[in-house]
């Protein structure tokens, strides 16, 4: 799946980005991880129920985001929270995987955007206008909401995951290689959630870790 920094031709930026329509604003949770699905979540703000304390999800504390959460889903014209699943990680690669769960988040908005703003340098292929910003989250409202829609999200499902495999610790790590997982993934192997894909995982399925 290819990737683009834009998909906005030159000559169009000045008609677009200062044209009126509406904006959404795209962020993902969960690309390091090396378990679980990754998501990504699409969100179109209302101007006229301004949200405070919208930030980038990971400078925020738990209660903050879980409050936000709440609030977005009351207050936001419109939003998506879609994933991309273990397997299609497995197959794609993580990067593609996580274009693909942007893509779904987007065209699963219930009002279709003029433009999209995405954080990070790569946007997924879309049929509106997109623009890819570095540090989003922290600079755009929309892209803030999205990333704590996303974080909240995946987080939760960690939670999941953790009652089914407890001894994995997801609720603690959310699936990233810390020292503790690591561990655990030595001495019990890697369970369904697993990102075969990804190197300390492979390595434990081969006994090598």
Known sequence: MPS??????????GLIWDGPGLMAGVDEAG???????VVAAAVILDELQPIKGLNDSKVLSERTRERLFDEIHAKALCFCIAEASVEEIDRLNILHATMLAMKRAVEGLRLKPAKVLVDGNRIP???MP???????????KAISAASILAKVSRDRQCLAMHEAHPHYGFATHKGYPTAEHLQALREHGACAWHRRSFGPVRL???GAL
Do not use: H, N
Not at 31 to 37: C, D, I, Q, S, T
């Open 204 to 206: 434990s399925i081969e």
């Open 31 to 37: 690309r390091g991880p090396l378990a679980g699905p």
């Open 125 to 127: 292929q879309l049929l």
């Open 130 to 140: 997109a623009e890819a910003i570095v540090k989003g989250d922290s600079k755009v």
């Open 4 to 13: 683009r920094k834009s998909s906005t031709r030159p000559e169009q930026l």
